[in-house]
């Protein structure tokens, strides 16, 4: 994997990048649909090509571990070639759904012991079995091994998971590299910044995770139900610290507003289920603001969902029309709906990327800012 930096704003940490991996490149800053299961949720993999024209999708290791499993992707050649998807593909650790899980796992230094949400039987994660599950799906850009503290978190507890985060991941570096992709490409790893709301532990894991010296380094353990500000000063925090030269991908953030904000406090890559999970429950993101598609208000609205927006090209479906899929819970609704905040959200990142090399992107998130925060 190669990143390079193309511009950068004079009045804010933003800027634009590329980073080339073996299934294509990837424009910075970028967002990434969530494909859990190996499949973004209402939407084929040619509308994410061709009509959404995402740069790359995000899978779930805890999740394609437990279905379809190993063997089948290892059978299929890896996730790009059981999914169809020919353009890069980024895997978490699975840290996040562990942490997720806090009824029925149990944490040590060897690992995580959970049970499967799907039929109870029991599993463990570890840093190098979960480099090599990675390796069997054979993403493109794969994450360390992390636990993802809650929020709010005691400070002796975050202090210490911290530091057995970082143990994990000189074992998942070990492990990483003296063992080989499997299906002929190249793979990449990314260390994972932990440290809840604490400025000194934030600093000590940047710290630690840039002597590491990988390619990408990612942030974590935020967008965990922490406020907007904390969550923003946190990344700062990391972003001075971590290598200007390499790509920054804060994990699971979020709305329009937070990846605004962050992308001017120098984050390139970001991911989040909110446009998918919100779509299927009838919110839309626009550049005017978001609307409840369940509102009454909306019953006899015909004009289109984004007004004066390019981005459903010919396909402008009415308010009234979506509202009414939405309310009937007919599957095209959410279909619909998904693919604008799709749409939506990649455009978004686009355009902030073009307003960077332009130097027009600080007076633009400013007024975006405004108008994105509007409930219409």
Not at 187 to 214: M, W
Request: net charge neutral; proline share 4%.
């Amino acid at each position: 994997m190669r990143f390079r930096l193309e511009a950068s704003d004079k009045f804010s940490k933003a800027r634009a990048g590329e980073i080339t991996t073996d299934h294509g490149t990837i424009q910075t800053p970028i967002f990434m649909p969530v494909g859990t299961a190996g499949t973004v949720k209402a939407v084929h993999q040619r509308e994410l090509e061709d009509d959404i024209k995402a740069d790359i999708i995000l899978g779930n290791t805890y999740h394609l571990y437990l279905r379809p499993g190993l063997n089948t992707l290892e059978k299929a050649g890896g996730l790009h070639k059981f999914n169809g998807w020919t353009r890069p593909i980024l895997t978490d650790s699975g840290g996040y759904q562990v942490y997720s899980l806090s009824e029925v796992r149990k944490i040590k230094e060897e690992g995580v012991t959970f049970r499967s949400h799907i039929d109870g039987s029991k599993h463990l994660f570890t840093a190098e079995n979960v480099m090599d599950i990675q390796r069997v799906i054979g993403a493109d850009i794969i994450m360390a091994f992390d636990e993802c503290t809650p929020y709010p978190c005691d400070y002796n507890y975050a202090r210490k998971s911290l530091d057995m985060t970082h143990r994990w991941l000189k074992r998942c570096c070990d492990r990483f590299d003296t063992t080989e992709p499997k299906y002929g490409y190249s793979q990449t790893l990314f260390p994972i910044v932990q440290g809840s709301v604490y400025k000194d532990l934030r600093q000590k894991s940047a710290e630690v995770i840039a002597s590491f010296n990988r390619e990408g380094n990612a942030i974590g353990g935020l967008s965990v139900g922490e406020p907007a500000e904390e969550m923003y000063a946190m990344t700062e925090i990391v972003c001075d610290i971590l290598p200007y030269e390499k790509p920054r991908y804060l994990m699971g953030v979020g709305t329009p507003v937070n990846i605004l904000e962050n992308i001017a406090l120098g984050v390139d890559m970001f991911d989040c289920v909110m446009p998918t999970r919100n779509a299927r429950n009838g919110m839309l993101f626009t550049k005017n603001g978001i609307l409840n598609m369940r509102n009454e208000k909306w019953k006899d609205d015909f004009s289109p969902i984004e007004e004066d927006s390019d981005l459903f090209s010919d396909r402008n479906y009415s308010k009234a029309y979506l509202r009414h899929l939405i309310i009937s819970k007919e599957i095209l609704g959410a279909q619909i709906a998904t693919l604008h905040n799709l749409h939506f959200y990649i455009w978004l990142v686009k355009e902030a990327r073009e307003k960077i090399i332009s130097g027009e992107f600080y007076d633009w998130k400013s007024k975006m800012i405004k108008q994105l925060s509007q409930r219409l």
